[in-house]
């Protein structure tokens, strides 16, 4: 199993930037795939997640309404559009992949396979 981050850089404040995690060897039909990240000394934290039916999504408080997640199926990548950055999400995002239930998408713990990450600096 792969799981292959990608499309961090270096954007501006209020600047947009889509990130994409393109799997190999298991299917985003059958696992929830999450975006985590994780700042210069701090603990790594949940950002956004896409079920395996597709149907449901979740965001952390800190980027509802900024970010959107979504998936195509051909491609077995998932995306995540992230709008309106800000400083403090400078960070590494790392994709995951799990069986994660709703009541367990937010935690890193729920998720088996874990992406390289991919580097994001939003300056101000």
């Known amino acids: 199993v792969q799981l292959q981050a990608s499309g961090g850089g270096l954007v501006q404040a209020g600047g947009s930037l889509r990130l994409s995690c393109a799997a190999s060897g298991l299917s985003i039909t059958q696992y929830t795939v999450g975006w985590f990240r994780q700042a210069p000394g701090k603990e790594r934290e949940f950002v956004s997640s896409?079920?395996?039916?597709?149907?449901?999504?979740y965001y952390s408080d800190s980027v509802k309404g900024r970010f959107i997640i979504s998936r195509d199926t051909a491609k077995n990548t998932v995306f995540l559009q992230m709008n309106t950055l800000k400083p403090e999400g400078t960070a590494i995002y790392y994709c995951?992949?799990?069986?994660?239930?709703?009541?367990?998408?937010?935690?890193?713990?729920?998720?088996?396979?874990w992406g390289q990450g991919t580097l994001v600096t939003v300056s101000s």
């Open positions: 896409i079920r395996w039916s597709g149907g449901s999504s």
């Open positions: 995951a992949a799990g069986r994660a239930i709703t009541s367990t998408v937010r935690q890193s713990n729920a998720y088996n396979y």
